[in-house]
């Protein structure tokens, strides 16, 4: 009888370890949920995840884009460039006194008071991590929803007029920056453009609002495929534009 009530606690105590040892290996198999239980997130403002400041995988292979953005770009683009703002941003935040659990939204709403290092690479961190996340592979991006649809056409007239208004902005963006879609506070919808890699989200901005999306117009984004060809570029993002994601954050705000 004793004997018999030594083995069951000592089933149990191995199916506990075992039931442990599997839960915690799932967490580890998926980083972000990983993040969530063994670091602190920054705080949501938006309703969804905050952006913190380490890359998050892309959320489909290098080629799933294509053919309107290349394999190739795509890994250079990520590992490369994106990469880069992510660590300059983490020194420069060492640098400057600013917790690394800060969400970088929040960083970028006060970005005046810091050095033009960190204006740099949280824009470009941020930009970034917005920027895979409103991208899809083409038979997997959706249809605007009918809230946003019907904000479209209220700001804009119609999707075609949008379409129009926003390549213009892409394309007359001089030199390097990014193409946005914002809202205001009212929840208007706005279209402007921004130098380098400056946010609507940042003090410093002309035209401020929460971005919906955004188009990366820097060279590297675009010219192994395109060279020159910018406005081929812009063309081939909308077949990729993610409206399930758009449409999510412009309910979230």
């Not at 941003?89 to 400057?96: H, I, P, Q, S, V």
């Not at 930009?127 to 209220?154: C, R, V, Y």
């Not at 213009?168 to 390097?176: N, Q, T, V």
């Not at 453009?193 to 401020?208: C, F, G, R, W, Y």
């Amino acid at each position: 009888m004793c004997k018999k009530k030594i083995m069951k606690k000592s089933s149990r105590r191995k199916f506990i370890a075992n039931s442990a040892a599997i839960g915690i290996g799932s967490v580890l198999a998926a980083p972000a949920f990983g993040k969530m239980l063994f670091g602190k997130q920054p705080e949501s403002l938006l309703g969804t995840a905050a952006i913190g400041f380490d890359q998050t995988p892309l959320p489909y292979a290098y080629n799933a884009l294509e053919p309107s953005i290349d394999a190739t770009t795509m890994d250079i683009h990520y590992n490369k460039h994106a990469a880069a703002y992510a660590k300059n941003l983490k020194d420069a935040a060492a640098a400057e006194g600013v917790a690394a659990d800060t969400a970088v939204e929040k960083l970028l709403e006060g970005i005046s008071k810091y050095s033009a290092k960190m204006r740099n690479n949280a824009g470009g961190h941020y930009n970034h991590e917005l920027f895979w996340k409103t991208m899809a592979a083409a038979d997997k991006t959706g249809q605007p929803s009918e809230k946003l649809l019907a904000a479209i056409n209220s700001s804009f007239g119609s999707m075609d007029e949008f379409k129009k208004q926003f390549t213009e902005a892409a394309k007359s963006r001089f030199g390097s920056g990014w193409a946005w879609l914002i809202a205001g506070k009212d929840k208007k919808l706005v279209i402007s453009s921004t130098a380098n890699q400056d946010s609507p989200l940042m003090d410093i901005a002309e035209v401020k609002g929460t971005p919906l999306f955004g188009l990366d117009v820097w060279e590297h984004a675009y010219y192994l495929k395109y060279q020159n060809r910018r406005p081929e570029y812009i063309e081939n993002f909308w077949k990729v534009l993610n409206w399930n994601f758009v449409s999510e954050r412009f309910s979230s705000i």
